[in-house]
Structures are given as C-alpha cells and as structure tokens.
T-cell receptor
C-alpha cells in the first residue's frame, strides 16, 4: 500500500513571494511516480507537475518546481512568484507503475495567495 | 475533444434511493476510475476498470457498483443511498499504455444524501 502525508493543512503567501508545500510518502515499491495536483474552487483537478522516481533530476514547470528526496521519501512543491490564481487546494499523489495505476492522494494543503 | 465529462453535476437523494453517475471520455483511454472526495481527505479510489467489460474494487467499494459496457463509459451505481455517501465524486481516465500514466479528471459530481 502507498500512503501520502501532507502535514500543512493551510498555508498563505504574499503575492510574488515563494512558498514551499511539503509532502512525504511511504512505499515499498522501487518504481513509481509522484504528482502535484491543483484544485481551485471550481473543483477541477489540474495536474501541476510530475516526477518519475528513478530520475534524480527535479522536475520543473515554469514557476513550479519540486524537491525530490528519494531516500527521505519527500516530495515538496515550490511555487515561485506566487500569483492570485495559485490560490487553491494542492494535493500530493503517488502512483505505482504497475497494477491499476491508480493515484494515492494526501489530504491536501489549502494555499491562499494574499494580494 | 471534451476530455472527461460527468453527469449529473449535482444531485440530492433521499436515504434508500438509487442513482447512477455517468462518466464518459473521448480519448480512447483503457483505464477509468471512480474516486470520492470528502472534507479534509484526499481522493480515495472506489472502483476502477482496466478495459471494456472489466471492473475491480478500489479502497472504498462498499455500497457502490460499477459497469464498463462500452470503452468510453464508466458508470457508478448506488443501489440504496446512505448519508455516508454524501461526497464529491470524480471520474478519471488514463491511457493504460505504460510509462507516464497521467490521469485526466472530470469536473466532479456533488452528491447530497439526506
């Protein structure tokens, strides 16, 4: 089984500043993927960034980047130059490469960007 | 290309009533999933399907049934709704071809059971 833990229920950041959301996971598998999803008030689940566990290099997508520490089973999300549109719930998720390929989600972090 | 759509968007049921939620995808995806989202929790897998005619149980399957008669559709049924099934339900699909298995989500169905 896979478990994903997000220990920060809520966070806030000033517009244009940088914020880091934490995520830890537990798995006995060696091959898996990690994701960050954004859920704005519309409830639509939007993929923000993804990371393959066998890749050492941290993924980046424009203002979003991750700090993947495989040995520590940590996968944090850094948002640079925060914008008002970044206000949302952020979910960390893991996925095995085999089997049903379903996602295991953390409980989420509610991020508020303050003007 | 509509992606993943869900019908209905919102529904109110009385305890004991039945209903079916419909998920449709137009991406020719093999894998389809039903998740539920409750306050303070992440999404949890109810049932999934790895191809037309196949279904399997996820983490929280009790009280639900599913069917995948057509590749593009995945139905979630509640035979006798209970207040504990008040939730937001998300459908998702993925290609199932290996490698990156990005899941594409529908907009969600909000269900209230009184």
């Amino acid at each position: 089984a896979q478990t994903v833990t997000q220990s920060q229920p809520e966070m806030s950041v000033q517009e244009a500043e940088t914020v880091t959301l934490s995520c830890t996971y537990d798995t006995s598998e060696s091959n898996y993927y990690l994701f960050w999803y954004k859920q704005p008030p519309s409830r639509q689940m939007i993929l923000v960034i993804r990371q393959e566990a066998y890749k050492q290099q941290n993924a980046t997508e424009n203002r979003f980047s991750v700090n993947f520490q495989k040995a520590a089973k940590s996968f944090s999300l850094k948002i640079s130059d925060s914008q008002l549109g970044d206000t949302a719930m952020y979910f960390c998720a893991s996925q095995l490469k085999t089997g049903a390929n379903n996602l295991f989600f953390g409980t989420g972090t509610r991020l508020t960007v303050i003007p | 290309n509509a992606g993943v759509t869900q019908t209905p968007k919102f529904r109110v049921l009385k305890t004991g009533q039945s209903m079916t939620l419909l998920c449709a995808q137009d991406m020719n995806h093999e894998y389809m999933y039903w998740y539920r989202q409750d306050p303070g929790m992440g999404l949890r897998l109810i049932h999934y399907s790895v191809g037309e005619g196949t279904t399997a149980k996820g983490e929280v399957p009790d009280g639900y049934n599913v069917s995948r008669l057509k590749k593009q559709n995945f139905l979630l049924g509640l035979e006798s709704a209970a207040p504990s099934q008040t939730s937001v339900y998300f459908c998702a699909s993925s290609s199932g071809t290996g490698g990156w298995e990005t899941q594409y989500f529908g907009p969600g169905t909000r269900l209230l059971v009184l």
